[in-house]
C-alpha cells in the first residue's frame, strides 16, 4: 500500500511517496493532490521516491500523469531520491529523458531556482 506525505520546503512542495507504487486508486490520490496545489498556485512540487520500495508499469504510469498535470497547470515535477532499482526502471524506459530526477531533495529544491 503506498503511502504519501507533502510538506513545504523554501516554496516548493514536497511530496514523497512510501511502500509499493503501483498505480491504480493511488495515482488518482496523487492527481487530485497535485490539482489542488495548482489551484493553490503551488506550481513547484518534487516527488520523493526515497521510501517507495518496489514501482510498477503504473506507478511509472502515474508519475508521468502527474508530470502532464503539472505541465499542463503550468507547473514543474522533478523527481528525488529514487532507489538504484527504481532509478535503473527510469532509466531502462526512457524516462529519465522526461523527468528531472535528483539525488537528494534539497538538490531538488535547489534546481527550482
Not at 31 to 45: E, S
Not at 56 to 62: F, I, Q
Request: charge should be positive; glycine fraction near 12%.
Amino acid at each position: 500500500m503506498m503511502q504519501f506525505t507533502a510538506k513545504e520546503l523554501q516554496g516548493v512542495t514536497v511530496i514523497s511517496l512510501s511502500g509499493n507504487v503501483l498505480g491504480g486508486p493511488d495515482a488518482n490520490t496523487l492527481n487530485d493532490q497535485l490539482r489542488t496545489l495548482l489551484d493553490k498556485k503551488k506550481t513547484r512540487v518534487i516527488i520523493d521516491l526515497g521510501e517507495v520500495q518496489f514501482i510498477n508499469s503504473s506507478g511509472l504510469g502515474m508519475l508521468i500523469g502527474g508530470m502532464s498535470t503539472m505541465r499542463k497547470g503550468g507547473g514543474e515535477l522533478k523527481l528525488a531520491r529514487a532507489s538504484k532499482k527504481v532509478q535503473n526502471l527510469l532509466e531502462m524506459t526512457k524516462l529519465t529523458t522526461l523527468f528531472d530526477v535528483h539525488e537528494t531533495v534539497k538538490a531538488a529544491v535547489g534546481a527550482f531556482k
